[in-house]
């Protein structure tokens, strides 16, 4: 266990940047208030991304959406919706949304070790025109995240680099790994059998994930 004693701990912007520096001139300058075009084709080509909320209190969320590349609708310069998709109904994000509308996103384009950061505001939408294109093997969202764009930026590939997420051969081997039916059964109370489970996690999961 950590002596929490021996924790040298940061407590101001000025230790802080004292200890790591100032950001580079090209760092700052590479921020804008809208979507360049560049943007756009980015966040059109990627099939993945991370949204981070905090509620009123402060408690922090990050959640992963993905679906076909383009999920993420770009409705303007300044405009992003993501669509809401059959999931397990916690709705942690969407409720931080409703009480407080603060979001920031990153956006994942397999084999590219670049992203693109978004923060801005969130609202939640039950209808619009737009929700007809987001329709994936017949399913139509009942909601969406609506996001006007106060930032966006590109972020560099060094922590792609540095944790070789896109080379299949540092990856470890996934048998290391308990699979998802084993980690529920032994972390959760749930009256399902581990071949219930194996049976829940199997070929049917796939056919749910627009059902």
Known sequence: MTDVHELVEITSETQLRELIGEPMPRAVSKELTFLHPHHRAWIEAAPFCLIATAGADGTCDVSPKGDPAGFALVLDDTT??????????????????????????IFFVPGREET????GRA???SDAPFFDRMIVKGHRPRLAVVVDVEQVFFHCAKAFKRSSLWKSETW???ASLP???????DIQDTPETLADLERYYGAQYEKRLYG
């Open 116 to 119: 693109v950061r978004v923060n």
């Open 80 to 105: 992003l919706a993501i669509p809401e998709r059959p999931g397990n109904r916690r709705a942690d994000g969407y409720l931080n949304i409703l009480g407080n509308p603060h979001i920031g996103l």
């Open 179 to 185: 699979r998802m039916p084993q980690i529920v059964k």
């Open 123 to 125: 609202r939640l939408v």
């Open 172 to 174: 470890p081997d996934p």
